[in-house]
């Protein structure tokens, strides 16, 4: 295991159709988080995984956004409906209880159209 | 929230110069603060995290904290051409059961040869 792997790296869609993102974390790592970066912004959250258990979901986040992470493992990220202001990288990041730092994944490059 | 916040810069320095880089953050009761390093196109990449008011340092890189200014820097000696790249500070902000990264906008630095 290399780190945080996210699929796909690259998506390109129309707008109003759904996508999906998959994020694979390091094994052992049971904090998973979901960000998003638009072009000259930093990271921006979007939500928070421990173990299975979703406990945090931004407020910025619009109901189109839903994530899981069933058996605490993967974790998926669907947008419904997508508008071009969707358009952004979706990074992925995981950790461990008790450790301080956070790795990312090399993200997902969604462009609608 | 949390506010981090960076100049945007950007920042030129020449090779083997020291870059300095400035983040401010809101909240007097966080506890750590991250650097991250960001090439063009790519996903951030952690470089270092402090904790602790003072210095720490590894290699190249010294982060500095100062919780009663509320103000964490980080250097970079001997600047090298490859350490281009735009550069986030980020607060680790917990809430309840929640935790994540809050981040700056930022600071592009160029190291020209």
């Known amino acids: 295991d290399t780190g945080v792997s996210q699929d796909p790296r690259h998506k390109i869609t129309k707008r109003g159709q759904n996508v999906t993102f998959r994020c694979d974390p390091i094994s052992e790592h049971n904090r998973l988080y979901w960000y998003r970066q638009t072009l000259g912004q930093g990271p921006e959250f979007l939500t928070y995984f421990q173990n299975e258990a979703q406990l945090e979901k931004s407020r910025l986040l619009s109901d189109r956004f839903s994530a899981e992470r069933p058996k605490g493992s993967f974790s998926t990220l669907e947008i419904q409906r997508t508008e071009q202001g969707d358009s952004a990288m979706y990074l992925c990041?995981?950790?461990?209880?008790?450790?301080?730092?956070?790795?990312f994944g090399q993200g997902t490059r969604l462009t609608v159209v | 929230q949390k506010e981090v916040e960076q100049n945007s810069g950007p920042l030129s320095v020449p090779e083997g110069a020291i870059a300095s880089l400035n983040c401010t953050y809101s909240?007097?009761?966080?506890?750590?603060f991250f650097w991250y390093r960001q090439y063009s196109g790519k996903s951030p990449e952690l470089i270092m995290f402090?904790?602790?008011?003072g210095d720490k340092e590894d290699g190249r890189f010294t982060a500095q904290l100062n919780k009663a200014s509320q103000y964490v820097s980080l250097l970079i000696r001997d600047s090298q051409p490859s350490d281009s790249a735009t550069y986030l500070c980020?607060?680790?902000?917990?809430?309840?059961?929640?935790?994540?990264?809050?981040f700056g906008k930022g600071m592009k630095l160029t190291v020209n040869p």
């Open positions: 402090i904790y602790s008011n």
């Open positions: 990041a995981s950790s461990w209880t008790g450790a301080l730092e956070a790795f």
């Open positions: 980020a607060v680790n902000e917990r809430q309840g059961g929640s935790e994540k990264l809050v």
């Open positions: 909240d007097r009761g966080s506890q750590s």
